[in-house]
C-alpha cells in the first residue's frame, strides 16, 4: 500500500479512508551509517534514513519522547494506524517519532540496488536496532530533549522490535510496550502447525460449520478440472501453480483473522468491519463451495470489484514466510529476513486446521534461502541474541495480545513484565486509535498501558 508522503494531504487522507485520526506530521530524513559494526566495509558512509515526527502536543525539553520502532513496511502505514500513540502524546505531552526500518518504504540504503548480493547482507535486526539507538540519541540532542525519557513502542515485528530495544539498549529506552509480539514463534520456538490452527479457530469460533465449508471447498479445488470456476486469469497447469492457489487462498484466510477489528480499516489492504464473520457469512451464504471459497477470498484481493479475474503470482508471492511476506521491494526485505534471523516454519496439515496440506520444514526453508538469497539460515540466533523465552531479569516491557490473533501464542510471559491480554482484540489492535466499536477490553488494556508508561517515565525522571 502507497501512503501519501505529502503532509498537508495526511490528515486530509486518514479522515476519507477511516485510518486513525493524526496530528500532522512532518516527513524527515536522518543520515543514518549503512554498518554499525565493521568500520572497514563501508566506512562511515550514511543513507538516508525516513522518520515522521510531531511535536504538536509535546512539552518541549520536558515531555517524554513516544518513538514508534518501524516493521516490515512503509512507515506511513504504521503512522496512520497506530492513533493510540497520539492520544497518548496528547495526554502526557510527548513527542512522537515514527522511524522507518532500513531497506523499508522510502529508506533503501543502496537504492533500487538494495536487494542485491551483497548489499541486502546489511538488512539484520542488530543495525535496524542500532539505527534506532542512534537516531533516538542524535535527535534528543538536537531537540534540546536530553532530558526527555524514551518509551518505544511497536506492532507485530516492530513490538519485537521494541522489547530488543529494551533489552539491548536501557541506557536509552525507558520502557516498551509491545503489541502483538511473537518473540517465541520467529525465534523458531513455536509448534509449527499452532498459527494456523489458531486461523482455523477463528472461524470456527465464530461458527463450527464455517471450517468445515472451507474444508470442503479445499477438497472440490483439488480437482484441477473445478479451477475453471475459480475466475483465474489462467488455469493452474503444474503442482507449483496448484500449491500457489493454495497459499493465496490460506493468505487470504490469515489475513481476515490477523485484521478482524470491529470496524472496516485500511491497513494492509481494504477490510471490511468483523472480516471474520463476513467471510464465514460468505462461505456458508451459497450452495456453490467454490464460488463461495472465491467470493470469500474476494474480500481480501477483491475489495473494490475491479478486478474480473485472479493473478496468482501478482496478488500473492510465495517466501519464506508462510503467512505471507506482501509485495513489492517490502516483500523482498521480509523474506531475506525470514531466510535469515526471523524462524517460522509454519506448516498447515488438514487436520489441525482447514487448509490444504502444505509443509514448510527446517530443510525446506534451508533450499529456498539457498537458491534465493544465497544464504542458509542459522537456526537458534534469535533465541541466543533476544534471550527467547528467558526474559526475567527484564524489566519494563508491556507485552499486549490479542485472543482473536492468530500471532498470539507466539508471544511471551515472565512475571517480571507485564502481560494484557485482550479479548475480542485483532492483531495490535490496542495501539489503533479509539473507536466506538472498540470491545470493552481494549478500552481497559489501554488505560492499563496510559498509567504504567506514565509511571516509567516518572520513574525515569526521578528515580
Partial sequence: IKFIADVSLSYVKNHEHGTDPKPKF??????????????????????????????????????????????????????????????????????????????????????????????????????????????????????????????????????????????RYPNIVAGALAASAPILSTAGMGEPKQFFQDVTSDFENYAPECGDAVRGAFQRLQDLARVEAFSLCQTPSSDKDTRQLNGFLRNAFTLMAMLDYP?????????????????????????????????????????????????????????????????????????????????????????????????????????????RWGVIPRLGWLKTQFWGDALSTASNIIFSNGDLDPWANGGSLSSSLIAINISEGAHHLDLRGANDADPASVIKARKMESDTIAQWVKMERYG
Wanted: charged fraction near 20%.
Fill in 263 to 371: 470496524y472496516s480499516t485500511h491497513f494492509m489492504g481494504n477490510m471490511p468491519a468483523n472480516p471474520v464473520k463476513v467471510a464465514c457469512d460468505t462461505m456458508l451464504g451459497g450452495d456453490d463451495l467454490l464460488q463461495a471459497l472465491r467470493d470469500t477470498a474476494g474480500i481480501v484481493y477483491n475489495s473494490t470489484g475491479d478486478l474480473t479475474c485472479f493473478d496468482l503470482y501478482t496478488l500473492y508471492v510465495e517466501c519464506a514466510d508462510p503467512t505471507g511476506c506482501g509485495l513489492g521491494f517490502n516483500s523482498l526485505a521480509w523474506d531475506y529476513q525470514a531466510c535469515t534471523e526471523i524462524e517460522m516454519c509454519f506448516e498447515s496439515n488438514n487436520v489441525t486446521d482447514m487448509f490444504p496440506v502444505m509443509p514448510f520444514t527446517v530443510k525446506s526453508r534451508e533450499q529456498y534461502c539457498s537458491k
Fill in 26 to 167: 512532518t516527513e524527515k530524513y536522518f543520515p543514518q551509517i549503512l554498518d554499525h559494526f565493521n568500520y572497514n566495509s563501508m566506512g562511515n558512509g550514511t543513507f538516508d534514513q525516513r522518520y515522521l515526527i510531531t511535536d504538536e502536543y509535546w512539552k518541549r525539553g520536558y515531555g517524554p519522547i513516544f518513538f514508534y520502532t518501524g516493521n516490515e513496511g512503509d512507515i506511513w502505514e504504521f503512522a496512520l494506524n497506530s492513533g493510540f500513540i497520539t492520544e497518548l502524546a496528547a495526554q502526557q505531552r510527548a513527542l512522537v517519532i515514527f522511524a522507518e526500518h532500513r531497506y523499508y518504504g522510502k529508506s533503501l540504503p543502496f537504492g533500487e540496488d538494495s536487494f542485491n548480493i551483497p548489499e541486502v547482507g546489511l538488512l539484520t535486526v542488530e543495525q535496524a536496532l542500532a539505527d534506532y539507538a542512534i537516531m533516538i540519541t542524535e535527535l534528543k540532542g538536537q531537540l534540546g530533549a536530553s532530558a526527555c525519557p524514551v518509551i518505544v513502542f511497536g506492532g507485530s515485528y516492530g513490538g519485537m522490535l521494541s522489547v530488543y530495544m529494551r533489552l
